[in-house]
């Protein structure tokens, strides 16, 4: 059997080029926030559609009961809050949406949930509450309090990353 010419390249070593360019210049970041700041009127619009929709997966779950496709079926809404809620100038609704998929992303954690579906309830109730009372962020004494609240809550199940 014939050795085969393969040469092993570590990338460590090799392949680190320096950006000739930067990517985006001042004016392209300048256009993006300038884009970000016309949206801006339609972050609470667009907020309140996503806070209807997890709500209509949460409905689903009780209805046909917890089963790995409806907490998943949460998940996936609430990882888009996650992911959008700071844009949308609510950094507190990313956090509290952040909180819902760290007690549902695992094994252990949809097992707590299944078996005491409060436990979502309540970070759920709690994004609707953000949204609908304009609670944007942790500086709300409210905000602060229910976000620890809940996050003490998922570190003490032991179910999360």
């Known amino acids: 059997m014939a050795k085969s010419n393969v040469q092993i390249i570590d990338p460590k070593e090799f392949g680190r080029r320096p950006l000739e360019h930067p990517v985006f210049d001042a004016s392209s ?38 089963t790995p496709a409806t907490l998943e079926a949460v998940l996936n809404v609430a990882h888009d809050i996650k992911g959008l809620g700071a844009t949308y100038d609510y950094p507190l609704a ?7 998929c760290r007690l549902i992303e695992t ?13 979502m309830q309540a970070r759920i109730d709690a994004i609707r509450a953000a949204a609908r009372d304009q609670i944007q962020s942790t500086s709300n004494p409210i905000g602060r309090t229910l976000l620890h609240a809940l996050e003490a809550q998922v570190e003490a199940l032991g179910v999360a990353p």
């Open 29 to 66: 970041v300048a256009r993006a926030d300038q884009a970000l700041r016309a949206m801006a009127d339609s972050f609470q619009e667009w907020l309140e559609a996503d806070v209807a929709l997890l709500q209509e997966r949460r409905a689903e779950g009780e209805r046909q009961g917890w």
């Open 107 to 119: 094994d252990a954690g949809k097992a707590a949930a299944c078996g005491a579906p409060a436990l």
């Open 94 to 100: 990313t956090k509290l949406a952040a909180s819902l």
